[in-house]
């Protein structure tokens, strides 16, 4: 069973206002002089699931601003970041500056902690495959980064951590996914109940994820280790993955509103701190509209003239919009509102008049706000569907045994009705067989069939779906190339690093650096990028 999202609220006061939270526990303890045999560890499990799906601060800066229009599922006038290809670095490092000395930081802590520890070894493993969600992400986003010695710190005394080899960190979350897996399959229980916000301390589903994510790191190998993703997406097989949309690792938000941490972070984002940042990509609109899918209806609404253009709103008066998939209309990428030729007034289809002052442009779609732009909403980390999606590839590819069509066709079902998660009306078994029927799976366009799905199916998992572009090279993207971007007019491949480091790890950060192809720059590609 998986639980709600307000849990947080009680860990993160513990651990960030030791005296603001009444409490649980030994009220003997003294709030303001914790100690490690009186911290309750368990809080911080909790926390470490915060940072695995992201936080507000680093989805709105990472992921929305620069990745999602990046990668077209969004095109944007008042953010160039990711739409123009422009640079800052605070944006370009906001993962980074949160995650290592909170979520990696905690994770690490954790597992020093619960190593040893015969009374907490579930939960010792459910860390460690949580670990492996942080740091693939890390290392997708940078390329080399502090992992072998991240986190250690006050442990080991680390203040200057060495930068490991993609190559080997990628190796090394491999074979901790499957110590943890196998671990886990001889645990029936764990102690950690209602502060694992994701299955409630099930060994089972915990099993299930680590195998699960064990596909979906191997697969990223696809370029520059065939023969690697190959032998571990049939350990992966052999382990036991997810088998249903009922194994989706998944955090709810049940209760929660726009104004306070407990949101989702891209509901938060979309619905209160950047309403007017966004719209759907015309690429994004267009790829959905144009093969019929039934889930352009849940991912875009039009809201026209009731588009909230401040900050903030009441949930009170929010319009949900018109969610027919025959308005929906999406945003050219690279166009702004400066009067030159590139000015969205001047688009053919802009659905306003030269004389409107713009207010044309809030009848392009932004996201649904019965599903992704909700406070509310779930966060869904790992999917049963995106990891079929990628068992067709690895069929296909010959990697593995199986019928890649059959792989192709469940994980698009499953992504379709995924959507039961947001508490909205499923699209109908009739109607997916329908849409399938009319995008039938095609040997001789499968790898661009599959990746394409992924990249549907991966909306509002940014990270993620940067990730598999860059490896898949799916969709097929126009770059824009506009005055004042950085890379030259093509599509970032990576983050910068936190400028912070050239000062206080110097040595092993010039090191990562000089592994680097273009040097710390966006156009820069990680290892398994390969060209």
Not at 196 to 201: E, F, K, Q, R, T
Request: hydrophobic share 35%.
């Amino acid at each position: 069973m998986k639980k709600g999202i307000l849990v947080i609220i009680t860990s993160l006061c513990l651990m960030l206002t030791s005296t603001g939270c009444s409490d649980f526990g030994d009220l003997n303890v003294d709030p303001e002089n914790i100690t490690a045999e009186s911290m309750n560890y368990t809080l911080l499990f909790t926390n470490v699931q915060v940072y695995t799906y992201g936080t507000e601060y680093d989805i709105w800066r990472n992921a929305a601003i620069y990745i999602s229009s990046m990668i077209q599922h969004h095109a944007s006038i008042n953010w160039s970041q990711g739409d123009k290809y422009t640079y800052n670095d605070s944006y370009n490092q906001a993962y980074w500056d949160r995650t290592y000395p909170n979520g990696i930081l905690n994770a690490v802590t954790l597992i020093h902690q619960w190593k040893d520890d015969e009374e907490y070894q579930a939960e010792y493993n459910m860390i460690r495959i949580l670990r492996v969600i942080l740091m693939q992400r890390m290392t997708d986003m940078y390329g080399d980064v502090p992992y072998s010695e991240a986190g250690l710190g006050y442990i080991e005394s680390i203040g200057q951590p060495k930068y490991d080899t993609q190559e080997s960190i990628y190796l090394d979350m491999l074979n901790e996914l499957k110590e943890a897996g196998e671990a886990l399959a001889s645990i029936s229980s764990s102690k950690i109940g209602a502060k694992d916000i994701m299955y409630g301390g099930n060994t089972t589903q915990w099993r299930k994820l680590a195998y699960s994510l064990m596909v979906r790191v191997a697969m990223r190998l696809t370029k520059v280790a065939p023969d690697t993703a190959s032998t571990w997406v049939n350990t992966a097989l052999a382990g036991g993955i997810f088998e249903s949309n009922d194994d989706n690792c998944i955090v709810t938000h049940e209760g929660a509103v726009e104004t306070t941490n407990a949101a989702e972070p891209y509901g938060k984002v979309y619905s209160h701190e950047d309403v007017t940042g966004w719209r759907l990509s015309n690429t994004f609109v267009n790829q959905l509209k144009n093969t019929g899918d039934p889930r352009l209806s849940l991912i875009g609404t039009v809201v026209g003239e009731s588009l909230v253009s401040t900050n903030q709103y009441s949930s009170d008066n929010w319009e949900y919009g018109d969610t027919t998939a025959v308005v929906q209309l999406g945003m050219p990428n690279g166009r702004d509102v400066q009067g030159g030729d590139l000015d969205i007034s001047k688009e053919p289809n802009y659905p306003g008049t030269a004389d409107d002052g713009y207010l044309g442009v809030r009848y392009y779609s932004v996201p649904n706000r019965y599903t992704f732009a909700r406070p509310d909403a779930p966060t869904l980390v790992v999917t049963y569907s995106t990891i079929q999606l990628l068992l067709a590839e690895a069929a296909y590819r010959g990697y593995i045994s199986g019928n890649a069509e059959e792989y192709y066709n469940e994980g698009v079902r499953a992504a379709i009705k995924q959507f039961t998660a947001y508490g909205v009306d499923i699209v109908t078994d009739a109607q997916i067989n329908y849409y399938l029927s009319q995008n039938p799976y095609n040997a001789s366009t499968a790898l661009e069939q599959i990746n394409v799905q992924y990249w549907i199916a991966t909306y509002c998992d940014e990270y993620e779906a940067f990730a598999n572009w860059r490896r898949s090279g799916y969709p097929v993207l126009t770059p824009v190339n506009y005055v004042g971007n950085v890379t030259n007019g093509t599509i970032p491949r990576r983050f910068t690093y936190n400028t912070g480091e050239a000062v206080v790890n110097t040595e092993n950060y010039l090191e990562a650096v000089r592994r680097l192809n273009n040097g710390d720059t966006m156009t820069s590609r990680v290892w398994w990028d390969a060209e």
